[in-house]
């Protein structure tokens, strides 16, 4: 198995992704023998995982997925059980110590073909189905929430953002905080574009769930700050594409568009917040200027 290039160019990123991709040979020649596993294609990756397509023991394909270790990718086989494959790519196994996944093969193919009001009726389909009440033992929305607002009040008020947005997200944050309908359901977090493949067994199918127990009116807001490039390219304005996007989703799941609007304004100013924490001199393929103007620029349109 080679570790493609691209992927092993993370090393830049620090000292444990250094350790990991050093280990991550010989997790995955372990993982091939105690799950009696053939290589079955050359190995890809996404931002944090190396996906190595197999076959079992039976002949059956199957992707293998070895993640680099955090939370979120620690959880994921959680999901993934509990949606049983209803909606979502189905888990075949789990290692949560090796943070490595046996999941059903799917095809290359994304929602970045389609339309992308199209791919908003396809999401909009899939909430329904993975919005189930969420197992005991995810992280709480109203939990992160909370250190959010904390750390979007303490923003300085010199910050290249605007300040009465910040202020309207950390009023709307404190909110959420406290209301019993943040936590409970099974949220998928980061459901857009290319985290839904087209599948054998079912025309679309969502992978990559960095799950919380929280709100399923979370969850719009990836489908509006990507494929951003056909925003500024179309005969309409910037505005009126997002809040196509917006309203198809709210629509087609059901979802109150009062606070699904809320949710768009808080993550797009958490983004905006997390982008200036980064250090000085961190490699980002999107210019900071630029970036914080599509996060205001998304957190406004939802808004009348």
């Known amino acids: 198995m080679k570790v493609p290039e691209a992927f092993s ?18 997790l995955v020649r372990g993982l091939l023998e105690d799950w009696q596993l053939t290589p079955d294609g050359p190995a890809t990756h996404g931002y944090c995982a190396l996906v190595l397509p197999v076959r079992t023991a039976g002949g059956r394909p199957a992707a293998l997925k070895v993640s680099w270790p955090h939370w979120e990718a620690e959880l994921e086989h959680i999901a993934l059980q509990r949606w049983h494959g209803d909606g979502a790519v189905e888990l075949l196994r789990a290692d949560p110590h090796r ?19 199209e791919a908003c009726e396809v999401v909009g389909g899939l909430y ?100 951003w490039d056909e925003l500024l390219a179309a005969t309409r304005s910037v505005r009126d594409g997002v809040r196509l996007r917006f309203h198809t989703l709210v629509d087609v799941a059901g979802l109150d568009e009062a606070r699904a609007r809320d949710w768009v304004v ?17 490699a980002r393929q999107l210019p900071d200027e630029e970036y914080l103007t599509r996060c205001v620029t998304v957190a406004k349109s939802v808004q009348d």
Not at 10 to 24: H, M, N
């Open 266 to 282: 808080l993550r797009m100013m958490c983004n905006a917040l997390w982008r200036l924490q980064d250090p000085p001199g961190t």
């Open 99 to 117: 943070v490595a996944l046996l999941l059903e093969r799917l095809h290359r193919e994304d929602l970045g073909d389609l339309w992308d009001v």
């Open 128 to 227: 329904r189905r993975l919005h189930v009440p969420a197992p005991a033992q995810l992280v709480t929305l109203s939990s992160c929430v909370s250190r959010w607002c904390d750390e979007l009040a303490a923003l300085p008020r010199d910050a290249p953002v605007p300040r009465r947005m910040v202020e309207q997200a950390v009023s709307i944050g404190r909110a959420f905080a406290s209301d019993e309908g943040t936590d409970g359901r099974l949220v998928h977090t980061d459901l857009h574009y290319a985290n839904v493949l087209a599948a054998d067994r079912e025309p679309w199918l969502a992978i990559d769930p960095k799950p919380l127990s929280g709100d399923p009116h979370f969850e719009p807001a990836p489908m509006l700050w990507n494929r």
């Open 9 to 26: 160019a993370y090393a830049a990123r620090g000292p444990e992704w250094v350790a990991f991709l050093g280990r991550l040979p010989g």
